[in-house]
């Protein structure tokens, strides 16, 4: 059986055996998975529209030890918020793919969105938040500090080194801005000037005579003491100057690499300091028509809180102009259909052949009524018709059904035809079965599990329900060796889990589960990238 959202890159055995590259479609792809981009995808996805996220695993973030001034997350990593974050937004089915977009391109219909690991994805719109990089001052040792001992912003990191010796490396007049806020920081301040600033500057003067102690030499090279701490700042006329604590100002540069062909429209920052992409400052559209931006991609000095302010902002600016365009066309698209039928619309998908877990659970039940959930091509439908079962086929996709009703017709039997979106209200009509199979199937998460309830009411008391997922287990181990260098298709999170309905099965007393196990997939199956599957079944008591 093939399912609704199934995972088509997974040799097994409803697969030809050449491994395909994988084109998806959605409403927006996020090209950026930081704050802003996941703030962001969260906003559309809780407007029922298809997101996938493109993560490098490159936060600008991720040298610092915690993240500060973020209510509700203040003195939170930034791995860990991350993690939460994510795992919101996969809450509402939204999905997110470790790698990189290496290429934009634009047509009447879209973007095309090339990543690595060779997989494309069509998008109706495309939010860019890949954000900053830091540029640090050619100065020996001062790299390994960065996110420790050095620091660029006095409200992300000043009072964690509140009353030591912080001494601020200027390298230009921007870097005057902060002063004043360390010298709140702490009695012990030291101001060294690196380049481009003269000692005569009236601030430097004010803060000199609060007892601020002023160099005018550049930095020759960072001093560590016996442990590796920060220890001083040797300068070029020979001076040590003690430090526990360095403010170093950086060069911010915009990542926009894989954006170049579409002709973004980039900008100096007034502080001079900093590159930005040209945007609208409420809706975040660029130049480029379809290509937004969000967070410090467009407004460089924006701590994390207001950035994902700023995603948030715009994700949802995106929505209204996706909203505009499906109105003026009389169209309300299910979120996750184009996807399905864009995979259904050339050569045939799988080999036609039932799911060999699904032989070998139900061939001892007695035939009566089912519902293949997800039936793609209708191997399983198709057998199970075979089989004297009474069958109907839903799928989220028309071009995946046509193809069921092909294979129905050649073979000579019977199977009933639904096209539904399994996460819809009352997909199946009130209908009830005796035997509810799902093998493979993507459902997108909702957080209140409605595809979950849907499968368990449409089978009927003394009914069996039959789930056959990839062992996540084995997913999750592909993913960790890949890293960000090679994009997986699929995003396996963003999905309902076997365990998601473990637990709802085991919270009602209505139900018994018969099977819980992983296992070998069957004699025949092949497989490029999951050899083991996760195998539920339960039988519904009343």
């Known amino acids: 059986m093939n399912t609704t959202n199934q995972h088509p890159e997974h040799q097994h055995h409803h697969s030809s055996p050449a491994q395909r590259n994988i084109t998806r479609h959605v409403d927006v792809a996020v090209i950026g998975g930081s704050a802003a981009g996941l703030a962001a995808a969260l906003q559309l996805s809780r407007q029922r529209r298809s997101v996938i996220v493109v993560d490098s695993g490159t936060p600008r973030n991720a040298p610092a030890e915690a993240m500060h001034s973020y209510l509700g997350h203040e003195g939170r990593s930034p791995a860990e918020f991350l993690d939460i974050a994510r795992a919101e937004v996969r809450s509402y089915g939204a999905e997110i793919l470790s790698g990189q977009a290496s290429n934009l391109t634009k047509s009447d219909e879209g973007f095309l969105i090339e990543l690595t690991g060779a997989t494309r994805i069509y998008a109706r719109r495309v939010i860019a938040a890949t954000g900053q990089r830091d540029e640090l001052p050619q100065i020996p040792g001062l790299a390994e500090h960065w996110g420790t001992a050095v620091f660029h912003c006095p409200f992300c990191h000043g009072y964690e080194v509140r009353d030591q010796a912080i001494t601020a490396i200027v390298t230009s007049a921007a870097s005057l801005h902060a002063l004043p806020l360390l010298r709140q920081l702490t009695g012990r301040l030291n101001i060294v000037l690196h380049q481009d600033v003269s000692p005569g500057e009236p601030q430097l003067q004010k803060l000199e005579a609060a007892g601020a102690r002023i160099y005018d030499s550049p930095v020759l090279r960072v001093i560590n003491d016996d442990s590796g701490a920060l220890q001083a700042l040797e300068l070029a006329d020979g001076t040590r100057v003690a430090s526990e604590a360095v403010l170093a100002g950086t060069r911010l540069h915009p990542r926009v690499e894989a954006f170049t062909a579409l002709g973004l429209s980039i900008a100096e920052h007034p502080s001079g300091t900093a590159s930005y992409v040209e945007s609208d400052p409420l809706t975040g559209a660029t130049s480029v028509p379809g290509l937004y931006a969000a967070g410090t991609l467009t407004e460089p000095m924006l701590q994390v809180l207001p950035s994902a302010a700023a995603g948030s902002r715009v994700g949802s600016m ?225």
Do not use: C
């Open 318 to 542: 995106v929505a209204f102009d996706l909203a505009h365009e499906d109105l003026e066309a009389a169209a309300r698209p299910l979120a996750h259909a184009a996807d399905w039928e864009g995979r259904y619309s050339g050569e045939q998908q799988w080999s036609g052949n039932p799911n060999g877990t699904l032989v070998a659970e139900v061939q001892s039940l007695p035939a009566g009524t089912a519902l293949d959930i997800g039936a793609g091509e209708g191997g399983d439908a198709i057998w199970l018709s075979q089989q004297g079962w009474n069958v109907t086929a839903s799928d989220i996709s028309q071009r995946a059904l046509a193809r069921v009703n092909a294979g129905a017709e050649q073979q000579g039997v019977q199977v009933k035809l639904l096209n539904a979106d399994a996460n819809a209200a009352d997909p199946f009509g009130g209908q009830q079965f005796n035997l509810v199979t799902a093998s493979y199937a993507s459902i997108p998460r909702t957080p209140d599990h409605r595809g979950i309830a849907n499968f368990l009411n449409a089978v009927a008391p003394g009914g069996q329900l039959l789930i056959v997922n990839h062992d996540v287990e084995e997913m999750s181990a592909a993913l960790a060796r890949a890293g960000h260098t090679g994009t997986r298709p699929f995003d396996h999170e963003a999905f309902v889990s076997t365990q998601d309905f473990i637990t709802a099965l085991e919270a009602s007393p209505h139900w018994v589960i018969l099977v819980n196990e992983r296992r070998d997939r069957p004699h025949g199956a092949a497989s490029g990238h999951h050899v083991r599957d996760e195998v539920l079944r339960a039988r519904r008591l009343s």
